[in-house]
């Protein structure tokens, strides 16, 4: 670089970097393909894995952990038992001190009781769900499960099965099943409830499992009115959870008696915190994607410009600036990679933000896996996905084309064009 | 269960058994030194199992966060194969039943209105929150049929004699519940005092202690039973026999389904 001089030439630049790009249409295409397809690629890759990661981590707050949860303490210690007489108790009253909080979008009562359902003769033992019907549209949204959108209302002794967990048990809608549980006071519980629906959540292990019923259901055949098993808080903004979570705390305090244990998602379980790792990890992925379109585009480019070392000679020979040939190859490569890029972007964007409206199907894999993964995927697009993938476009065809440039010009014009 | 649990007071044999009992405990110190394991596990079975039996029970589960549940019920029993049980107090439990017809179950909640048979491994649930399992109620009491045994060594237990046989499920008994048994039994009277119950892997599933053994008619009966289930770490169970009637008449329709729905 010592010998490029430090005044700047006023050449035409542009117009020739214009020029040049139409001088040899086939090389021109090819390089600004190149640029589009990873341009593309990037923009649409980072709104997936920022769609998939969200999808997972709502669906999980939605079906599991909320943002805030409180349950009675030593419930999640023997969770695995769904230990109902652990339970919350005095929960309207609870449920109107946490609603109070002006960063609380919704509080939601559940009751999830370990249950042995009877059916046609057979039993099979069953995750019953009682739910807050009415509240719960905009979380686990039962009236979305319902298949023939017939939800059990509450008030009533209705039930919905999971399609699955209906099949295996020979189950229909209109059919009364008996329910057996445990009652808050350790001992057996049990119900006639008929089933209004089938439920479908798109989650294999609720499916192969899960029966919902009003709340007041639950209350009923676990022997705790008033009371659940956990109180679900929805905040408007998910990144207070926590500072949220210690000042439900207190606030709850003087209204319950016993000890309550009052969580952020974050605090909850394994998952969320995988989740947090991998954000890390999916920061190294994305770098990763970028690095491998900027090889794509520099690997074009190289070859491109390799093929010009002649011309490049001759320009040489012909008295032209080593510094100028340089400059106008720099700026041939941005204007290529500026093509590519705004097209790759446009193009990405396109499929990214269709896909967020229509989603991706994965029901069928979805059923294979326990995870709260509800089947459907939505991209998530940003503004900065497209800018990202336009700057990498952009700054690896400069880039690109800067080294075989620098390579011929130190070459003698004669030995260029003997190349 | 074993005959002391849950009050199902198994009665293997009938007639034969009640003379063979008989025959033992005129002869049984004087053939101690001689005793064979299986000839051990005859006489528990002869004195354990009763044509028939009454028995009003307290059933007492302590969690280990300290609260304690008690309930009582009343059960009756007919041969090894038919059992009924219910519950009267407290209240709110007042009026569940459970009738065991060879190894069946039903459930009869009186707030459910119907029977629900349960089975599988559903069976293996606790009887009413207890360390008591459905299961432990709708097993074959017959430890001669059930099981090979080894005698293992004697040892004294709470100051009585006791042989301690280890008992392995027949190969054709693959299906019960506990694959082996250790059984400390009293070397005069022929009541187990103690059992440690296996699951096939070895897993230690259940400790069973019984005392407060009492003499009914020719035979010794253990009014105490208490049972810690290991996988259910939470609680411990006792069952204390209130009152124990031996080889009464029973009416047959007890042990039937519309009986078990229908109530008295």
Redesign the interface.
Known sequence: MSDLPKKRRRLPVLRLAWRNTRRNTRRTVLTVVAVTVAVTAITFMFAYITGILGNLVDSYARSESGHVRIRKDGYTERERLMPVYLKVDGVSELLAVVREHPDVEEAVPRIRSSVLVDGAGSNRPGLLLGLDMDREAAYLNPQDMAVNGRPPRAGFAEVMIGTEFAEKLAIHVGDTITVLGQTAYRSLGGLRLVVTDLASSGMSFLDNSMLVVPIDQAQLLADMPDAATEILVFAHDPELAEPLAAQLKDSLEPHVSGDIEVLSWLDQGPLMRTMQMMRPMLAVVMGLMLLMAGMVIINTMLMTVMERTQELGMQAALGMRRSDIVFLIVTEGLVIGLIGGVVGAILGSGVGIWLEHTGIDFTAAARTIDLPFQGMAYPDWRVSFPLIGMACGICAAGVAALYPALRAIKMAPAEALRQ | MNRTTAGEVGGAGGAGALALALLFALTAWSAQAQLTPREILERVDANMTMTTARVNAQMT?T?RDGDV?N?IYDAWAQGTEQSFLEFTAPA??AG?RFLRLENAMW?Y?P????S????GH?LRQGL??SDFSYGDASENPSMVEDYDATLVGEEVLDGRPTYVVDLMAKPERRDLAYQRRKVWVDAERWVPLKEERFARSGKLLKIALLGDVRRIGDRWYPFRVEMDDALQT?TRTTLQMLSVELDIRVPSEVFTLPYLEGGE
């Open positions: 589960i969690y549940r309930l709110r439990d569940s459930i909640l707030r459910v209105g119907k629900v048979r349960i089975q559903m009413m929150g939470d």
